[in-house]
């Protein structure tokens, strides 16, 4: 299986397809819902984030908390299609990968072809899985929150599939019949 | 009388809310497995792997299933016999998420307003429903429900003449448009009947049957088995990857009706379908 670094190298997006299996290692920022509309404000008014939008990636998820002895608790991707609003501004800023389940919209399917950058599946309801795949965590900003902070995660041999790609492919557009 | 002390009940949901979170149903466990034997297409088999291996994982760790914990929904059935002592209801059931929901690590979902979101921090409040039954049991569900399902959810108010294909079409297109975004394979509670919140209510409750359980109605169980084969004819598969398995089970529950309206609700929750049971 294809392993590759974070932050991903132009080149590397370039050469992902939808549908493609890769693992995943580095840093990853949590950011839903609530840290999705602060940051679209920020671009907005033209204010520095709490971190470098630069070249990262963005996991959308909100953790369980994490119990004695393990790093983090169950953390799985929630549905990306609720940031679809905020995300083309997110990109615009530097954004180049974004980890999530579901569909998403034509506004950030554009823009990730326009941007150059990339969208992952992560298994969806997996977070007990995926919590093993994550080897630290660090609170970086919005504490209060809870658990829709962001939090900056350490991931390693993380199991995701290539939805869009940065030329457009989309691994939903490509539905199967039942066989 | 019997008398009961409301921290009985407490003590109790705070168990149930764990063990609902990280223990998967055995119902489901065996439909998971089932559908990986039936699945051909490659994809769809890894994602049901995966599940299995989710679910093995969360367990042995002690750790939630989902990182979605839900917003705890508690059934009650009050047998009439029975008094509650101690202190309020509500409140014992609220203390109870709220315990289960600090002790298992569970995530704490739950914005006090709709609008101004602020989280709780502890899950609470839960949504609270109960029934007076004959008795003096005290029969309690928790069913941590997951919002990523919940969300694409729907209620219709159909006319009488759209009959049971109007059923059937209505759902099969709420799943549809719910795709890979609320984690499929789905189990649906389909409510029909009653009025507009009572059919909501009868969907959501219709969740808590294990799907290896027959339904006693037979109308409906045959509408449960027109419904899953329109449904997974769909070819939307575990994680909307394609595959044979939308659903793993359809749960109805009907209620009389007015002569004039046929309401249909769907629940739609998703593979992680979690309740846990138990009776004082």
Request: glycine letters at 10%; hydrophobic letters at 40%.
């Amino acid at each position: 299986m294809n392993k590759l670094t974070l932050p991903l190298k132009k080149e590397e997006i370039r050469a992902l397809k939808a549908g493609q299996s890769v693992l995943l290692s580095g840093i990853v920022y949590t950011a839903r819902d609530a840290a999705h509309k602060i940051l679209a404000e920020l671009i907005k008014n033209r204010k520095k984030p709490p971190v470098s939008l630069k070249n990262i990636t963005i996991y959308y998820a909100g953790p369980a908390p994490s119990p004695r002895n393990q790093v983090i608790g169950s953390c799985g991707p929630t549905t990306s299609a609720r940031m679809d609003i905020f995300t083309p501004a997110l990109l615009r800023s530097g954004v180049k990968a974004m980890i999530g389940k579901g569909r998403r919209s034509k506004e950030v399917k554009d823009s990730i072809i326009k941007y150059k950058a990339v969208y992952f599946l992560a298994p969806a309801g997996c977070g007990a899985l995926l919590s093993k795949k994550i080897t630290k965590k660090k609170m970086v900003a919005y504490k209060n929150l809870g658990p829709e902070a962001i939090y900056e995660l350490e991931v390693k041999d993380f199991p995701v599939i290539v939805g869009i790609d940065s030329k457009g492919g989309d691994i939903f557009k490509k539905r199967r019949r039942p066989r | 009388m019997k008398k009961l002390p409301v921290s009985d009940i407490t003590k109790l949901i705070s168990g149930l809310c764990i063990e609902a979170n990280v223990d998967l149903r055995p119902d489901l466990k065996k439909a998971i497995s089932g559908a990986l034997k039936r699945e051909k297409s490659k994809s769809a088999k890894g994602v049901l792997r995966l599940l299995l291996e989710n679910a093995a994982i969360a367990s042995k760790n002690r750790i939630a299933i989902c990182q979605d914990t839900g917003m705890a929904v508690v059934f009650m059935e009050i047998g009439q016999d029975v008094r509650l002592v101690g202190g309020s209801l509500k409140n014992a059931v609220n203390k109870g998420v709220k315990d289960g929901y600090k002790k298992g690590y569970l995530r704490k979902s739950v914005v006090r307003s709709p609008i101004v979101r602020e989280n709780t921090k502890t899950n609470t409040p839960a949504i609270l429903h109960t029934e007076i039954v004959r008795g003096k049991a005290v029969r309690v569900w928790v069913m941590p429900k997951g919002f990523g399902s919940e969300n694409k959810s729907k209620i219709r108010m159909l006319n009488p003449s759209d009959g049971e294909k109007g059923i059937i079409d209505f759902v099969t297109r709420a799943v549809k448009e719910a795709g890979p975004e609320a984690c499929p394979p789905f189990v649906l509670g389909v409510g029909i009947g009653g009025t507009f919140d009572h059919a909501a209510g009868l969907a959501k409750k219709a969740l808590l049957r294990r799907i290896d359980k027959k339904n006693p109605d037979l109308r409906s169980r045959a509408l449960e088995k027109k419904i899953m084969d329109k449904v997974n004819s769909l070819g939307i598969g575990p994680m909307g990857m394609g595959g044979k398995t939308t659903v793993f089970g359809v749960n109805i529950l009907s209620s009389a009706t007015h002569i004039a309206g046929l309401p249909v609700a769907v629940n739609i929750n998703c593979h992680a379908t979690r309740s846990a049971y138990g009776v004082l």
